[in-house]
Protein backbone atom coordinates (compact mmCIF):
# COMPACT_ATOMS: atom_id res chain seq x y z
CA UNK A 1 0.00 0.00 0.00
CA UNK A 2 2.65 2.43 -1.45
CA UNK A 3 1.68 6.42 -1.05
CA UNK A 4 0.14 7.45 -3.87
CA UNK A 5 1.96 9.55 -6.25
CA UNK A 6 0.31 10.79 -9.48
CA UNK A 7 3.00 11.98 -11.21
CA UNK A 8 5.00 8.35 -10.33
CA UNK A 9 2.15 6.18 -11.16
CA UNK A 10 0.94 7.44 -14.78
CA UNK A 11 4.63 7.32 -16.32
CA UNK A 12 4.90 3.67 -14.74
CA UNK A 13 1.86 2.49 -16.11
CA UNK A 14 1.70 4.31 -19.45
CA UNK A 15 5.34 2.39 -19.28
CA UNK A 16 4.22 -0.77 -18.69
CA UNK A 17 6.59 -1.28 -15.58
CA UNK A 18 3.82 -3.09 -13.18
CA UNK A 19 5.14 -6.61 -13.94
CA UNK A 20 2.91 -7.84 -10.62
CA UNK A 21 -0.33 -6.12 -11.09
CA UNK A 22 -3.25 -8.62 -11.96
CA UNK A 23 -4.26 -11.32 -9.70
CA UNK A 24 -3.44 -14.47 -10.02
CA UNK A 25 -4.76 -17.97 -9.19
CA UNK A 26 -3.08 -21.26 -10.14
CA UNK A 27 -4.03 -25.00 -10.11
CA UNK A 28 -1.28 -27.52 -10.49
CA UNK A 29 -0.69 -31.21 -11.26
CA UNK A 30 -3.53 -33.30 -10.28
CA UNK A 31 -4.66 -36.23 -11.44
CA UNK A 32 -7.99 -37.16 -14.24
CA UNK A 33 -7.57 -40.09 -12.95
CA UNK A 34 -3.63 -40.07 -14.22
CA UNK A 35 -1.43 -37.68 -13.00
CA UNK A 36 -0.48 -34.20 -15.01
CA UNK A 37 1.72 -31.40 -15.26
CA UNK A 38 -1.01 -28.84 -16.40
CA UNK A 39 -1.01 -25.67 -14.62
CA UNK A 40 -4.38 -23.72 -14.69
CA UNK A 41 -5.03 -19.89 -14.07
CA UNK A 42 -7.64 -17.25 -13.57
CA UNK A 43 -7.68 -14.02 -12.45
CA UNK A 44 -9.93 -14.11 -8.75
CA UNK A 45 -11.57 -10.75 -9.66
CA UNK A 46 -13.66 -12.00 -12.45
CA UNK A 47 -15.62 -15.07 -12.98
CA UNK A 48 -14.95 -17.39 -16.14
CA UNK A 49 -12.78 -20.41 -16.84
CA UNK A 50 -9.29 -21.21 -16.47
CA UNK A 51 -6.69 -20.63 -18.89
CA UNK A 52 -3.16 -22.35 -19.89
CA UNK A 53 -0.09 -20.86 -17.54
CA UNK A 54 2.39 -23.39 -18.26
CA UNK A 55 3.92 -27.03 -16.82
CA UNK A 56 5.26 -28.12 -13.76
CA UNK A 57 8.48 -29.94 -14.10
CA UNK A 58 6.88 -33.58 -13.46
CA UNK A 59 3.39 -34.76 -13.52
CA UNK A 60 2.45 -34.49 -9.24
CA UNK A 61 -0.69 -34.38 -7.22
CA UNK A 62 -0.67 -34.30 -3.33
CA UNK A 63 1.69 -31.38 -3.23
CA UNK A 64 1.99 -27.57 -1.26
CA UNK A 65 2.10 -24.64 -2.99
CA UNK A 66 2.50 -21.08 -2.07
CA UNK A 67 2.74 -17.75 -4.27
CA UNK A 68 4.52 -14.14 -3.58
CA UNK A 69 3.50 -11.19 -5.34
CA UNK A 70 6.20 -12.23 -7.72
CA UNK A 71 6.04 -15.99 -8.40
CA UNK A 72 4.55 -19.67 -7.31
CA UNK A 73 6.75 -22.49 -5.63
CA UNK A 74 4.96 -26.38 -5.27
CA UNK A 75 7.30 -28.75 -3.21
CA UNK A 76 6.86 -32.57 -2.78
CA UNK A 77 4.01 -35.14 -3.99
CA UNK A 78 3.28 -38.20 -4.93
CA UNK A 79 5.90 -40.73 -5.55
CA UNK A 80 6.82 -39.12 -2.12
CA UNK A 81 8.70 -36.74 -3.95
CA UNK A 82 11.08 -34.31 -2.33
CA UNK A 83 11.37 -31.85 -5.33
CA UNK A 84 10.27 -27.80 -5.18
CA UNK A 85 9.78 -25.95 -7.74
CA UNK A 86 9.13 -22.74 -9.07
CA UNK A 87 6.70 -21.36 -11.36
CA UNK A 88 7.31 -18.83 -13.87
CA UNK A 89 6.81 -15.17 -13.04
CA UNK A 90 2.75 -14.62 -12.53
CA UNK A 91 2.82 -11.43 -15.05
CA UNK A 92 4.39 -14.19 -17.96
CA UNK A 93 3.31 -17.59 -17.32
CA UNK A 94 5.04 -20.24 -18.46
CA UNK A 95 6.74 -23.49 -17.09
CA UNK A 96 8.67 -24.46 -13.94
CA UNK A 97 12.01 -24.60 -13.18
CA UNK A 98 13.79 -26.48 -10.16
CA UNK A 99 14.33 -24.79 -7.17
CA UNK A 100 15.69 -27.35 -4.94
CA UNK A 101 14.91 -30.29 -2.59
CA UNK A 102 12.82 -30.70 0.52
CA UNK A 103 14.26 -32.18 3.72
CA UNK A 104 12.15 -35.10 3.39
CA UNK A 105 10.54 -36.74 0.24
CA UNK A 106 6.79 -36.78 0.99
CA UNK A 107 3.13 -35.93 -0.40
CA UNK A 108 -0.12 -34.65 1.25
CA UNK A 109 1.94 -31.66 2.89
CA UNK A 110 0.93 -28.41 3.12
CA UNK A 111 2.43 -25.06 2.35
CA UNK A 112 1.74 -21.53 4.21
CA UNK A 113 3.87 -18.14 4.19
CA UNK A 114 4.48 -14.58 3.28
CA UNK A 115 5.94 -12.35 0.47
CA UNK A 116 10.04 -13.85 1.58
CA UNK A 117 9.57 -16.60 3.08
CA UNK A 118 7.36 -20.12 2.24
CA UNK A 119 7.19 -22.91 4.77
CA UNK A 120 5.98 -26.43 3.86
CA UNK A 121 4.43 -28.35 6.60
CA UNK A 122 3.38 -32.04 7.52
CA UNK A 123 3.12 -34.79 5.33
CA UNK A 124 4.11 -38.56 4.93
CA UNK A 125 5.95 -41.20 3.03
CA UNK A 126 3.84 -44.05 4.35
CA UNK A 127 4.21 -45.78 7.29
CA UNK A 128 6.02 -42.29 8.47
CA UNK A 129 3.89 -39.51 8.93
CA UNK A 130 5.81 -36.12 9.20
CA UNK A 131 5.49 -33.49 12.08
CA UNK A 132 8.71 -31.84 9.81
CA UNK A 133 8.03 -28.08 8.77
CA UNK A 134 10.90 -26.72 6.32
CA UNK A 135 11.39 -23.33 4.89
CA UNK A 136 13.01 -21.44 2.06
CA UNK A 137 13.07 -17.70 0.49
CA UNK A 138 10.93 -17.32 -2.59
CA UNK A 139 14.32 -14.98 -3.37
CA UNK A 140 16.88 -17.76 -3.26
CA UNK A 141 17.23 -21.17 -4.71
CA UNK A 142 18.54 -24.20 -2.82
CA UNK A 143 17.10 -26.91 -0.90
CA UNK A 144 15.09 -26.15 2.32
CA UNK A 145 15.95 -26.13 6.13
CA UNK A 146 14.63 -26.91 8.78
CA UNK A 147 12.06 -24.19 10.22
CA UNK A 148 11.02 -26.27 13.10
CA UNK A 149 7.94 -28.92 14.28
CA UNK A 150 4.61 -29.68 14.25
CA UNK A 151 2.62 -30.28 17.73
CA UNK A 152 2.38 -34.11 15.46
CA UNK A 153 2.69 -35.83 12.54
CA UNK A 154 0.06 -35.36 10.22
CA UNK A 155 -0.55 -35.78 6.27
CA UNK A 156 -2.88 -34.27 3.67
CA UNK A 157 -3.52 -31.11 6.52
CA UNK A 158 -4.63 -27.62 5.32
CA UNK A 159 -2.74 -24.39 5.27
CA UNK A 160 -3.87 -20.78 5.23
CA UNK A 161 -1.62 -17.13 5.94
CA UNK A 162 -2.31 -13.77 6.83
CA UNK A 163 1.37 -11.88 6.48
CA UNK A 164 2.30 -13.00 9.90
CA UNK A 165 0.73 -16.15 10.97
CA UNK A 166 0.23 -19.34 9.28
CA UNK A 167 -2.43 -21.79 10.61
CA UNK A 168 -2.29 -25.81 9.55
CA UNK A 169 -5.14 -27.85 10.23
CA UNK A 170 -7.21 -31.19 10.13
CA UNK A 171 -5.72 -34.25 8.11
CA UNK A 172 -4.56 -37.64 9.33
CA UNK A 173 -2.28 -38.90 11.75
CA UNK A 174 -1.56 -42.09 10.46
CA UNK A 175 -2.89 -44.60 7.84
CA UNK A 176 -4.78 -43.94 4.26
CA UNK A 177 -8.21 -42.78 4.16
CA UNK A 178 -10.62 -44.62 4.75
CA UNK A 179 -8.17 -46.63 7.77
CA UNK A 180 -6.32 -43.52 8.37
CA UNK A 181 -5.78 -42.80 11.95
CA UNK A 182 -8.00 -39.64 11.65
CA UNK A 183 -9.52 -36.70 10.56
CA UNK A 184 -8.24 -34.38 12.94
CA UNK A 185 -9.82 -31.40 14.36
CA UNK A 186 -6.43 -30.28 15.78
CA UNK A 187 -4.95 -27.17 14.98
CA UNK A 188 -1.62 -25.58 14.59
CA UNK A 189 -0.10 -21.50 15.02
CA UNK A 190 3.08 -20.63 13.62
CA UNK A 191 4.71 -17.36 13.70
CA UNK A 192 6.38 -16.82 10.15
CA UNK A 193 9.24 -14.28 10.89
CA UNK A 194 10.15 -16.65 13.53
CA UNK A 195 11.71 -19.77 13.33
CA UNK A 196 10.31 -22.59 15.83
CA UNK A 197 7.49 -25.05 16.40
CA UNK A 198 4.02 -25.05 16.24
CA UNK A 199 1.55 -23.98 18.84
CA UNK A 200 -2.06 -24.92 19.48
CA UNK A 201 -4.37 -22.92 17.56
CA UNK A 202 -7.49 -24.23 19.16
CA UNK A 203 -9.98 -27.09 17.03
CA UNK A 204 -12.10 -26.97 14.15
CA UNK A 205 -15.40 -27.91 15.20
CA UNK A 206 -15.58 -30.79 12.88
CA UNK A 207 -12.70 -33.20 12.22
CA UNK A 208 -11.22 -32.93 9.05
CA UNK A 209 -9.07 -35.01 6.32
CA UNK A 210 -7.80 -34.81 3.10
CA UNK A 211 -8.88 -31.39 3.16
CA UNK A 212 -7.91 -27.67 2.33
CA UNK A 213 -8.21 -23.91 2.97
CA UNK A 214 -7.50 -20.60 1.96
CA UNK A 215 -7.30 -17.06 3.15
CA UNK A 216 -7.25 -13.18 3.21
CA UNK A 217 -5.22 -11.25 5.70
CA UNK A 218 -7.60 -11.71 8.12
CA UNK A 219 -9.75 -15.14 7.54
CA UNK A 220 -9.19 -18.36 6.75
CA UNK A 221 -11.97 -20.79 5.19
CA UNK A 222 -11.74 -24.69 5.54
CA UNK A 223 -12.98 -27.19 3.34
CA UNK A 224 -15.30 -30.32 4.71
CA UNK A 225 -12.29 -32.82 3.48
CA UNK A 226 -13.11 -36.27 2.77
CA UNK A 227 -14.53 -37.30 6.40
CA UNK A 228 -17.13 -35.10 5.89
CA UNK A 229 -18.28 -35.57 2.14
CA UNK A 230 -21.98 -34.56 2.23
CA UNK A 231 -22.10 -31.09 1.63
CA UNK A 232 -22.14 -29.51 4.97
CA UNK A 233 -20.91 -26.37 6.18
CA UNK A 234 -16.96 -25.11 5.93
CA UNK A 235 -15.78 -23.66 8.71
CA UNK A 236 -13.65 -20.02 8.92
CA UNK A 237 -11.82 -18.68 11.45
CA UNK A 238 -10.04 -15.19 12.26
CA UNK A 239 -6.25 -16.20 11.81
CA UNK A 240 -5.31 -13.33 14.67
CA UNK A 241 -7.52 -15.12 16.99
CA UNK A 242 -6.92 -18.74 18.34
CA UNK A 243 -9.73 -21.04 18.37
CA UNK A 244 -12.15 -19.09 16.43
CA UNK A 245 -13.95 -21.62 14.29
CA UNK A 246 -17.50 -20.90 13.19
CA UNK A 247 -19.35 -22.17 10.19
CA UNK A 248 -19.46 -20.64 7.14
CA UNK A 249 -21.13 -22.22 4.17
CA UNK A 250 -21.93 -24.40 1.55
CA UNK A 251 -20.11 -25.25 -1.82
CA UNK A 252 -22.16 -25.96 -4.75
CA UNK A 253 -21.66 -29.65 -4.70
CA UNK A 254 -20.20 -32.05 -1.71
CA UNK A 255 -16.44 -33.01 -2.95
CA UNK A 256 -13.10 -33.55 -1.65
CA UNK A 257 -9.80 -33.19 -2.93
CA UNK A 258 -10.75 -29.55 -4.23
CA UNK A 259 -7.81 -27.32 -3.57
CA UNK A 260 -8.03 -23.50 -2.84
CA UNK A 261 -6.19 -20.74 -3.32
CA UNK A 262 -7.44 -17.14 -1.93
CA UNK A 263 -7.36 -13.72 -2.94
CA UNK A 264 -6.70 -10.22 -1.01
CA UNK A 265 -7.97 -8.46 -3.64
CA UNK A 266 -10.89 -9.57 -4.82
CA UNK A 267 -11.62 -10.78 -1.15
CA UNK A 268 -12.43 -14.01 -2.25
CA UNK A 269 -11.52 -17.48 -1.66
CA UNK A 270 -11.59 -19.97 -4.87
CA UNK A 271 -12.03 -23.47 -4.75
CA UNK A 272 -11.39 -25.71 -7.65
CA UNK A 273 -11.77 -29.56 -9.17
CA UNK A 274 -12.04 -32.39 -6.50
CA UNK A 275 -13.84 -35.81 -6.45
CA UNK A 276 -17.74 -36.97 -5.46
CA UNK A 277 -16.34 -39.93 -6.26
CA UNK A 278 -15.85 -39.34 -9.60
CA UNK A 279 -13.67 -35.76 -10.60
CA UNK A 280 -14.85 -32.33 -11.38
CA UNK A 281 -13.82 -29.32 -13.47
CA UNK A 282 -16.07 -27.08 -11.55
CA UNK A 283 -14.44 -23.93 -9.58
CA UNK A 284 -16.63 -22.23 -6.72
CA UNK A 285 -15.86 -18.99 -4.98
CA UNK A 286 -16.83 -17.34 -1.88
CA UNK A 287 -16.65 -13.68 -0.05
CA UNK A 288 -14.33 -13.84 2.89
CA UNK A 289 -16.19 -10.23 3.52
CA UNK A 290 -19.80 -11.21 3.56
CA UNK A 291 -19.34 -15.20 3.73
CA UNK A 292 -22.06 -17.90 4.31
CA UNK A 293 -22.60 -18.93 0.70
CA UNK A 294 -20.74 -19.89 -2.59
CA UNK A 295 -21.08 -19.63 -6.58
CA UNK A 296 -20.16 -20.82 -9.47
CA UNK A 297 -16.82 -19.09 -10.62
CA UNK A 298 -16.20 -21.17 -14.10
CA UNK A 299 -13.90 -24.61 -15.29
CA UNK A 300 -10.78 -25.27 -14.78
CA UNK A 301 -9.59 -27.23 -18.18
CA UNK A 302 -10.40 -30.51 -16.97
CA UNK A 303 -12.51 -33.17 -15.11
CA UNK A 304 -9.18 -33.00 -11.86
CA UNK A 305 -8.62 -33.82 -8.22
CA UNK A 306 -5.35 -32.26 -5.77
CA UNK A 307 -4.29 -30.18 -8.04
CA UNK A 308 -2.81 -27.45 -5.64
CA UNK A 309 -3.95 -24.18 -5.81
CA UNK A 310 -1.80 -20.83 -4.77
CA UNK A 311 -2.03 -17.10 -5.87
CA UNK A 312 0.25 -13.70 -5.87
CA UNK A 313 -2.47 -12.48 -3.46
CA UNK A 314 -3.62 -14.69 -0.56
CA UNK A 315 -2.89 -13.54 3.08
CA UNK A 316 -2.48 -10.05 1.78
CA UNK A 317 0.69 -10.59 0.06
CA UNK A 318 1.45 -8.18 -2.69
CA UNK A 319 -1.14 -5.32 -1.40
CA UNK A 320 -4.25 -4.58 -3.31
CA UNK A 321 -5.30 -4.41 -6.72
CA UNK A 322 -5.88 -0.48 -6.91
CA UNK A 323 -3.03 0.60 -5.06
CA UNK A 324 -0.55 -1.60 -7.36
CA UNK A 325 -1.83 0.04 -10.11
CA UNK A 326 -3.64 3.29 -9.13
CA UNK A 327 -4.21 5.33 -12.39
CA UNK A 328 -4.98 9.13 -12.26
CA UNK A 329 -7.82 10.64 -11.19
CA UNK A 330 -9.99 13.08 -13.57
CA UNK A 331 -11.98 13.58 -10.65
CA UNK A 332 -9.77 14.06 -7.22
CA UNK A 333 -6.43 14.77 -6.12
CA UNK A 334 -4.73 13.82 -2.42
CA UNK A 335 -5.51 16.28 -0.04
CA UNK A 336 -8.63 18.31 -1.89
CA UNK A 337 -11.25 17.18 0.55
CA UNK A 338 -12.40 14.18 0.44
CA UNK A 339 -15.15 12.86 3.31
CA UNK A 340 -15.22 9.27 4.42
CA UNK A 341 -17.67 7.51 6.95
CA UNK A 342 -16.45 3.79 8.17
CA UNK A 343 -18.69 1.50 9.77
CA UNK A 344 -21.55 1.76 12.02
CA UNK A 345 -24.79 0.50 12.94
CA UNK A 346 -27.73 0.49 10.60
CA UNK A 347 -29.42 -1.24 13.44
CA UNK A 348 -27.15 -3.85 12.25
CA UNK A 349 -23.58 -3.11 11.87
CA UNK A 350 -22.16 -2.58 8.65
CA UNK A 351 -18.96 -2.47 6.96
CA UNK A 352 -19.78 0.02 4.39
CA UNK A 353 -17.56 3.05 3.74
CA UNK A 354 -18.74 5.96 2.11
CA UNK A 355 -17.56 8.95 0.50
CA UNK A 356 -18.28 13.03 0.36
CA UNK A 357 -16.80 15.54 -1.46
CA UNK A 358 -16.73 17.99 1.47
CA UNK A 359 -16.52 21.28 -0.26
CA UNK A 360 -19.98 20.16 -2.53
CA UNK A 361 -23.33 20.11 -0.61
CA UNK A 362 -25.08 16.48 -1.29
CA UNK A 363 -25.65 12.67 -0.41
CA UNK A 364 -22.71 10.31 0.49
CA UNK A 365 -22.12 7.30 -2.26
CA UNK A 366 -20.84 3.99 -1.85
CA UNK A 367 -16.77 3.82 -1.72
CA UNK A 368 -16.05 -0.11 -0.73
CA UNK A 369 -16.18 -1.77 2.32
CA UNK A 370 -14.29 -2.66 5.40
CA UNK A 371 -12.23 -6.04 5.70
CA UNK A 372 -15.31 -7.03 8.52
CA UNK A 373 -18.64 -5.62 9.94
CA UNK A 374 -17.05 -2.52 12.25
CA UNK A 375 -19.74 -1.48 15.08
CA UNK A 376 -19.67 0.37 18.27
CA UNK A 377 -17.28 3.14 17.14
CA UNK A 378 -13.69 1.86 15.49
CA UNK A 379 -11.27 4.77 15.92
CA UNK A 380 -10.70 6.18 11.96
CA UNK A 381 -8.19 8.32 11.03
CA UNK A 382 -6.16 9.65 8.09
CA UNK A 383 -3.44 11.89 6.31
CA UNK A 384 -3.36 13.43 2.66
CA UNK A 385 -3.40 9.56 0.86
CA UNK A 386 -4.18 6.64 3.39
CA UNK A 387 -7.32 6.09 5.62
CA UNK A 388 -7.42 3.85 8.48
CA UNK A 389 -9.85 2.07 10.77
CA UNK A 390 -9.15 0.41 14.07
CA UNK A 391 -10.77 -1.80 16.75
CA UNK A 392 -14.64 -1.84 16.55
CA UNK A 393 -17.24 -4.56 17.73
CA UNK A 394 -17.89 -7.42 15.16
CA UNK A 395 -20.51 -8.66 17.27
CA UNK A 396 -20.23 -10.43 19.57
CA UNK A 397 -16.36 -10.03 19.28
CA UNK A 398 -14.60 -6.84 20.07
CA UNK A 399 -11.29 -6.41 17.26
CA UNK A 400 -7.88 -5.52 17.43
CA UNK A 401 -7.96 -5.42 13.86
CA UNK A 402 -6.25 -2.33 11.75
CA UNK A 403 -8.12 -2.06 8.39
CA UNK A 404 -6.20 0.68 5.49
CA UNK A 405 -7.45 1.95 2.41
CA UNK A 406 -5.83 4.36 -0.36
CA UNK A 407 -8.36 7.49 -0.40
CA UNK A 408 -7.66 7.74 -4.20
CA UNK A 409 -9.10 4.31 -5.16
CA UNK A 410 -12.58 3.40 -4.45
CA UNK A 411 -12.24 0.02 -3.32
CA UNK A 412 -12.04 -2.51 -0.09
CA UNK A 413 -10.09 -1.35 2.67
CA UNK A 414 -6.95 -4.14 3.71
CA UNK A 415 -5.35 -5.58 6.45
CA UNK A 416 -2.72 -2.52 8.08
CA UNK A 417 -2.13 -4.65 11.05
CA UNK A 418 -3.56 -4.73 15.37
CA UNK A 419 -3.84 -2.85 18.02
CA UNK A 420 -2.72 -4.23 21.47
CA UNK A 421 -5.67 -4.92 22.78
CA UNK A 422 -9.12 -5.47 21.33
CA UNK A 423 -11.01 -2.11 21.69
CA UNK A 424 -14.05 -0.68 21.06
CA UNK A 425 -15.64 3.11 21.07
CA UNK A 426 -12.49 4.45 20.46
CA UNK A 427 -11.37 8.04 18.56
CA UNK A 428 -8.18 8.60 16.16
CA UNK A 429 -6.61 11.14 14.78
CA UNK A 430 -3.37 11.48 12.97
CA UNK A 431 -0.72 14.42 11.61
CA UNK A 432 0.60 13.84 8.10
CA UNK A 433 2.81 11.19 9.28
CA UNK A 434 1.41 9.29 12.46
CA UNK A 435 -2.31 8.27 13.44
CA UNK A 436 -2.93 8.24 16.81
CA UNK A 437 -5.65 5.94 18.37
CA UNK A 438 -7.31 6.77 21.89
CA UNK A 439 -8.70 3.29 22.74
CA UNK A 440 -11.98 3.83 24.75
CA UNK A 441 -13.32 0.19 25.62
CA UNK A 442 -11.25 -2.84 26.62
CA UNK A 443 -12.81 -5.50 28.02
CA UNK A 444 -16.19 -3.16 28.95
CA UNK A 445 -14.58 -1.01 30.92
CA UNK A 446 -13.20 2.60 29.75
CA UNK A 447 -9.35 2.84 29.64
CA UNK A 448 -6.75 5.68 29.18
CA UNK A 449 -4.84 3.84 26.53
CA UNK A 450 -3.45 5.77 23.67
CA UNK A 451 -1.67 4.02 20.90
CA UNK A 452 -0.29 5.04 17.33
CA UNK A 453 1.09 3.90 14.03
CA UNK A 454 2.89 4.84 11.65
CA UNK A 455 0.47 5.60 8.64
CA UNK A 456 2.71 5.08 5.84
CA UNK A 457 4.39 1.41 7.30
CA UNK A 458 2.10 -1.38 7.51
CA UNK A 459 2.43 -2.70 11.22
CA UNK A 460 1.08 -3.33 14.76
CA UNK A 461 0.09 -0.23 16.69
CA UNK A 462 2.31 0.94 19.48
CA UNK A 463 1.65 2.16 22.94
CA UNK A 464 1.84 6.18 23.03
CA UNK A 465 1.03 6.96 26.52
CA UNK A 466 -1.98 7.71 28.45
CA UNK A 467 -5.38 10.30 28.79
CA UNK A 468 -5.63 12.36 31.65
CA UNK A 469 -8.60 10.03 32.90
CA UNK A 470 -10.34 7.28 31.01
CA UNK A 471 -12.39 7.43 28.78
CA UNK A 472 -14.73 5.90 25.83
CA UNK A 473 -16.73 7.11 23.49
CA UNK A 474 -14.72 10.84 23.45
CA UNK A 475 -14.12 12.78 20.83
CA UNK A 476 -11.00 14.03 18.80
CA UNK A 477 -9.54 15.64 16.59
CA UNK A 478 -5.92 17.70 15.42
CA UNK A 479 -3.92 19.96 14.24
CA UNK A 480 -0.53 18.96 12.01
CA UNK A 481 0.91 19.30 15.36
CA UNK A 482 -1.50 18.51 17.93
CA UNK A 483 -4.11 16.23 19.01
CA UNK A 484 -6.90 16.80 21.07
CA UNK A 485 -9.20 14.86 22.68
CA UNK A 486 -12.50 15.49 24.65
CA UNK A 487 -15.82 14.55 26.49
CA UNK A 488 -16.58 10.72 26.68
CA UNK A 489 -17.96 8.53 29.52
CA UNK A 490 -14.94 7.76 32.66
CA UNK A 491 -17.17 4.88 34.30
CA UNK A 492 -18.08 4.90 37.39
CA UNK A 493 -17.53 7.17 39.47
CA UNK A 494 -16.42 9.77 36.69
CA UNK A 495 -19.59 9.43 34.56
CA UNK A 496 -19.91 11.65 31.83
CA UNK A 497 -16.87 13.81 31.17
CA UNK A 498 -16.23 17.57 30.18
CA UNK A 499 -12.15 16.86 30.62
CA UNK A 500 -10.05 18.37 27.31
CA UNK A 501 -6.99 16.41 26.65
CA UNK A 502 -3.79 17.17 24.45
CA UNK A 503 -1.00 15.54 22.99
CA UNK A 504 1.88 16.48 20.70
CA UNK A 505 2.08 14.04 18.01
CA UNK A 506 5.40 14.02 17.38
CA UNK A 507 6.26 12.74 20.59
CA UNK A 508 5.52 9.82 22.91
CA UNK A 509 4.25 10.57 25.99
CA UNK A 510 1.11 11.21 28.70
CA UNK A 511 -1.59 13.63 27.60
CA UNK A 512 -2.08 17.36 29.50
CA UNK A 513 -5.45 18.86 30.43
CA UNK A 514 -6.55 21.48 27.64
CA UNK A 515 -9.43 22.77 29.65
CA UNK A 516 -13.54 21.54 29.28
CA UNK A 517 -16.48 21.97 27.40
CA UNK A 518 -19.37 23.94 27.58
CA UNK A 519 -21.03 20.56 28.60
CA UNK A 520 -20.21 17.31 29.39
CA UNK A 521 -21.00 14.44 27.34
CA UNK A 522 -20.35 11.74 25.37
CA UNK A 523 -20.53 9.76 22.03
CA UNK A 524 -19.78 13.14 20.49
CA UNK A 525 -18.19 13.87 17.06
CA UNK A 526 -15.38 16.61 15.91
CA UNK A 527 -13.66 18.22 13.29
CA UNK A 528 -10.80 20.77 12.53
CA UNK A 529 -8.82 23.26 10.60
CA UNK A 530 -5.74 24.16 11.58
CA UNK A 531 -6.47 26.62 13.89
CA UNK A 532 -9.60 25.68 15.41
CA UNK A 533 -11.65 22.46 16.75
CA UNK A 534 -15.25 21.79 16.83
CA UNK A 535 -17.16 19.19 18.80
CA UNK A 536 -20.70 18.73 17.89
CA UNK A 537 -23.58 16.44 19.50
CA UNK A 538 -23.23 13.91 21.92
CA UNK A 539 -25.60 13.25 24.57
CA UNK A 540 -25.27 11.78 28.71
CA UNK A 541 -27.97 9.46 30.33
CA UNK A 542 -30.62 11.54 29.78
CA UNK A 543 -30.43 13.94 26.78
CA UNK A 544 -28.92 13.71 23.33
CA UNK A 545 -27.33 17.24 22.49
CA UNK A 546 -27.54 19.76 19.36
CA UNK A 547 -24.28 21.58 21.31
CA UNK A 548 -21.25 22.38 19.24
CA UNK A 549 -18.42 23.88 20.79
CA UNK A 550 -15.16 25.20 19.87
CA UNK A 551 -11.42 25.62 20.99
CA UNK A 552 -8.44 27.48 19.45
CA UNK A 553 -5.88 24.41 18.92
CA UNK A 554 -2.97 26.19 19.25
CA UNK A 555 -4.03 27.47 23.27
CA UNK A 556 -5.53 25.70 26.38
CA UNK A 557 -8.46 26.87 27.50
CA UNK A 558 -11.73 26.06 28.02
CA UNK A 559 -14.22 25.73 24.92
CA UNK A 560 -16.67 28.41 23.99
CA UNK A 561 -20.09 27.81 22.39
CA UNK A 562 -19.90 27.66 18.29
CA UNK A 563 -23.60 27.49 17.39
CA UNK A 564 -26.06 24.29 17.10
CA UNK A 565 -26.60 21.26 14.93
CA UNK A 566 -29.18 20.79 12.84
CA UNK A 567 -30.87 18.55 15.46
CA UNK A 568 -29.87 16.91 18.86
CA UNK A 569 -28.15 13.30 17.99
CA UNK A 570 -25.29 11.44 20.15
CA UNK A 571 -23.41 8.53 18.26
CA UNK A 572 -22.66 11.35 15.66
CA UNK A 573 -19.57 10.67 12.89
CA UNK A 574 -16.94 13.95 12.75
CA UNK A 575 -14.54 14.56 9.88
CA UNK A 576 -13.73 18.04 8.33
CA UNK A 577 -11.87 19.64 5.91
CA UNK A 578 -9.25 22.78 6.79
CA UNK A 579 -12.72 24.68 6.21
CA UNK A 580 -15.87 22.66 6.70
CA UNK A 581 -16.55 20.76 9.79
CA UNK A 582 -18.89 17.52 9.32
CA UNK A 583 -21.04 15.84 11.33
CA UNK A 584 -22.66 12.74 9.50
CA UNK A 585 -25.66 10.40 11.25
CA UNK A 586 -26.28 9.69 14.79
CA UNK A 587 -29.05 8.88 17.00
CA UNK A 588 -31.67 11.28 19.08
CA UNK A 589 -32.84 8.27 19.61
CA UNK A 590 -33.22 6.94 16.33
CA UNK A 591 -31.07 6.69 13.64
CA UNK A 592 -30.45 9.57 11.30
CA UNK A 593 -28.74 9.43 8.08
CA UNK A 594 -28.69 13.56 7.96
CA UNK A 595 -25.24 15.10 7.73
CA UNK A 596 -24.83 18.98 8.69
CA UNK A 597 -22.11 21.20 7.80
CA UNK A 598 -20.66 24.62 9.50
CA UNK A 599 -17.76 26.74 8.59
CA UNK A 600 -15.53 26.56 11.23
CA UNK A 601 -13.61 29.92 10.96
CA UNK A 602 -17.40 31.49 11.83
CA UNK A 603 -19.58 30.45 14.51
CA UNK A 604 -23.28 29.80 13.89
CA UNK A 605 -25.52 27.08 13.33
CA UNK A 606 -24.94 23.85 11.14
CA UNK A 607 -26.79 24.06 7.76
CA UNK A 608 -28.05 20.96 5.74
CA UNK A 609 -25.21 18.83 4.28
CA UNK A 610 -26.96 16.31 2.61
CA UNK A 611 -27.64 12.26 3.26
CA UNK A 612 -26.28 9.27 4.02
CA UNK A 613 -27.25 5.99 1.97
CA UNK A 614 -28.50 4.96 5.55
CA UNK A 615 -29.61 5.76 8.67
CA UNK A 616 -27.03 5.05 10.59
CA UNK A 617 -25.15 5.60 14.01
CA UNK A 618 -21.50 4.44 15.94
CA UNK A 619 -19.08 4.43 12.92
CA UNK A 620 -16.44 7.15 12.37
CA UNK A 621 -15.26 10.08 9.73
CA UNK A 622 -12.08 10.91 8.50
CA UNK A 623 -10.70 12.82 5.76
CA UNK A 624 -7.46 13.75 3.69
CA UNK A 625 -7.48 17.46 4.41
CA UNK A 626 -8.34 17.73 8.18
CA UNK A 627 -6.43 19.94 10.30
CA UNK A 628 -4.68 21.48 7.67
CA UNK A 629 -2.84 18.52 6.36
CA UNK A 630 -3.34 20.02 2.40
CA UNK A 631 -1.20 22.70 4.08
Not at 55 to 66: H, K, P, S, V
Request: glycine share 16%.
Amino acid sequence: MAIWNIKERNELVRSNEFIDVAPVCLWGGGATPSTINVIDQVNPVSTGNATDFGDLIAARQYMGGMGNKIKGIYGGGDGASNVIQNTANFASGGNCSDFGNLTNSRLGLTAVGNDTRIIFAGGDSAPTYYNTMDQVNFATTGDATDFGDLQAGESFVAGASSTTRGVITGGNAGGDAPAATGPEATTHLITLTTLGNATDFGEMITAKNQNTACSNNVKGVVTNGQATLANGSYEQFVIATTGSFSTFGQLTAGRFFERGAGSQVAQRGLFGGGANPSNTNVIDFCSFVSGSSFSDFGDLSAAKKSAEGLSNNAGGIGGSYPDLVQRPSVTYMPGSGRGLFMGGEEPGYVNKIEKITISTLGGSSDFGDLTSVKGRVPAGLANITRAVCAGGNTSPSTLATIDAFEIASEGNAQDFGDLASVAQNSKGTSSQTRGIINLGDVSDSAVDTIEYITIASVGNAADFGNLTTTAKNHAAFSSPTRGVAAGGYGGSPAGYLNIIDYITIASTGNATDFGDLTVARNSLAAGSSSVRGIFSGGGDAGSDYNTIDYVTIASTGDATDFGDLTAARGNNMGLSSNTRGISGGGAGPSNSNVIDYVTIASTGDAADFGDLTAARQQGHGASDSHGGLQG
